[in-house]
């Protein structure tokens, strides 16, 4: 089967080609959903690494192209700013382990983000961005069926093409581009769409990303529940037990290794995976560098430093970036994230009713970034920014 799969990867590269040639636009969408299955063709090449670059090399030729939105530029003036000071940071840092290289591919992979966001797009382009976004998770576990052979494994955690928190990532962001469709088209499909999104979620067994989905579904239902008939109410109530009993399978490892006492590096009888003791760690390694911060592109150099901690990052934006570019890149980021979220929650002009989505897709983002590498990880943050784009994109979408 992963000679299938490979030769599928292949094929798709020919696309990207063709499509670069002609709809650069689909050029993205086809190279963001390359980033969902891990191809045996990293043993060779590396994939992973070579298609970052499509999608950076892909975002280019459409701003070219098509120009970019007409909205403040300031993120980008300071993207250029945190650039230039990392740089040199960088430089003055240069060793056998930390080079040009790791800052550069670091550095893209931030880029893109808010790169892709500026993108202009029309309304076919944004149906369609959408329609593939909502796909991804389903798409995901169809691959790793492929691969492995089953569709849950011993302990019920549902199968990846990748690794688990990037689908659950794509299974929240799947769900919310679904909730975005139903509402703006009514299409039974839709809905459908955000159930499997919400299950393969809940079956994927993460935390970060079970409280992400649930703070956006929560949102997506509120106008549903309010709606509701008594009967429907008491029919529910009847079910509830039914319910909980079901969540029960779905949540009680998960619940079981969350609340584990005495777990290594636990705080209390909160088991964090060891987040928090590597938290610690990690501010202090930028102690006499917290203004200008190790160097973009650092931490990923650290293997003998995460190994001996038995983790392999932070899971933690906000003290990764303090830590590699200091307060100023923090706050770098943080005035960009203010600036964008707050010209999406503005100026949503795809479902102008539901501002609480966007509401929950900001708080959601925000919260799972305290706990996850949702920025640093390109299969977190294209999807995440690609969602984002379309939100805003001023365009008079009819059916």
């Known amino acids: 089967m992963i000679i299938i799969i490979n030769f599928l990867a292949i094929i798709s590269l020919i696309v990207y080609i063709i499509c670069l040639l002609t709809k650069p636009k689909y050029s993205i969408f086809l190279s963001v959903g390359m980033l969902i299955c891990e191809f045996g063709l990293d043993k060779y090449i590396n994939f992973s690494f070579i298609n970052k670059f499509l999608i950076l090399f892909a975002i ?21 700013i945190l650039f230039c000071t990392n740089l040199i940071v960088m430089f003055s840092r240069e060793t056998n382990t930390y080079s040009f290289t790791d800052f ?17 797009w029309n309304e076919n382009d944004v149906i369609k961005g959408l329609k593939v976004l909502s796909y991804l998770s389903v798409i995901n576990v169809a691959i790793g ?64 990303g079970t409280i992400f989905a649930l703070i956006l579904f929560i949102q997506i239902i ?46 209390g009888f909160l088991n964090t995976s060891s987040r928090f003791y590597v938290w610690g760690e990690m501010l202090k390694l930028s102690r006499g560098n917290r203004i200008f911060g190790l160097g973009i ?45 707050f010209i999406v929650y503005k100026n949503n002009c795809f479902v102008k009713s539901r501002k609480g989505m966007i509401r929950a897709l900001i708080i959601g983002f925000v919260f799972f970034s305290f706990t996850d590498n949702t920025i640093s990880a390109i299969e977190f943050w294209a999807p995440f920014t690609l969602c984002l784009s379309f939100l805003y ?4 979408i009819t059916t």
């Open 222 to 267: 509120i106008p549903y529940i309010k709606k509701l008939k008594k009967k429907t109410v008491v029919y529910a109530v009847v079910l509830s037990p039914i319910v909980i009993f079901i969540s029960y399978l779905m949540f009680g490892k998960m619940i079981s290794r969350t609340l584990n006492i005495g777990a290594d590096y636990g705080v």
């Open 297 to 341: 592109g650092y931490i990923k150099t650290l293997d003998e430093f995460f190994t001996d901690l038995g983790f392999i990052s932070p899971h933690n934006e906000y003290i990764k970036f303090f830590v590699e570019s200091g307060f100023i890149g923090l706050g770098v980021l943080l005035i960009c994230f203010t600036i964008i979220f």
């Open 60 to 80: 280019l030729i459409c701003i070219f192209k098509y120009g970019m939105k007409k909205i403040t530029r300031i993120p980008l003036v300071l993207l250029g």
């Open 393 to 396: 994109e001023k365009t008079n």
């Open 104 to 120: 550069i591919t670091a550095f893209s992979t931030l880029s893109i983000g808010f790169l892709i966001f500026y993108i202009k």
């Open 145 to 208: 069926i492929l691969m492995k052979g089953y569709l849950l494994s011993s302990d019920l955690r549902i199968v990846s093409g990748g690794i688990l928190p990037h689908l659950v990532f794509y299974s929240s962001i799947g769900m919310y581009a679904s909730a975005v469709l139903f509402e703006k088209f009514g299409k039974k499909k839709y809905r459908k769409l955000i159930i499997i999104n919400l299950i393969i979620t809940f079956l994927s067994q993460m935390r970060g």
